[in-house]
């Protein structure tokens, strides 16, 4: 059974940075992809960052401010998030899915989510 568990998420001030990190256990995720989404109050769940073996990808509003990367051995996914602004406010979820072969945008095309974990940035 697939487990993630979120941290660092917290109260920040715009303009400064937190490191979100999901630790996965229950799966051999060097082949898997890892990402992250994230939900404002009253918004629908947002595709904001994923990886997997051969790349990268981001929504466009945290391209140049928000850094994904992961580290196999320890089955860890981060998201450096660094200029932060009051929009990035929103709960952070990490997902996994074991057979996608690209990282995917779509919320459905994740099978694993963790809890999620707030962040907020004050203006």
């Known amino acids: 059974q697939v487990q993630l568990v979120e941290s660092g998420g917290g109260l920040v001030q715009a303009g400064g940075s937190l490191r979100l990190s999901c630790a996965a256990s229950g799966g051999i995720f060097s082949t898997y992809v890892m990402g992250w989404f994230r939900q404002a109050p009253g918004k629908e769940r947002e595709f904001v960052a994923a990886?997997?073996?051969?790349?990268?990808r981001y929504v466009n509003s945290v391209k140049g401010r928000f850094t994904i990367s992961r580290d196999n051995a320890e089955n860890t996914v981060f998201l450096q998030m660094n200029s932060l602004k009051p929009e990035d406010t929103a709960v952070y979820y990490c997902?996994?899915?074991?057979?996608?072969?690209?990282?995917?945008?779509?919320?459905?095309?994740?099978?694993?989510w963790g809890q999620g974990t707030q962040v907020t940035v004050s203006s």
């Open positions: 997902v996994v899915d074991s057979a996608l072969g690209y990282p995917s945008t779509s919320s459905s095309e994740y099978e694993y």
């Open positions: 990886i997997n073996w051969n790349g990268s």
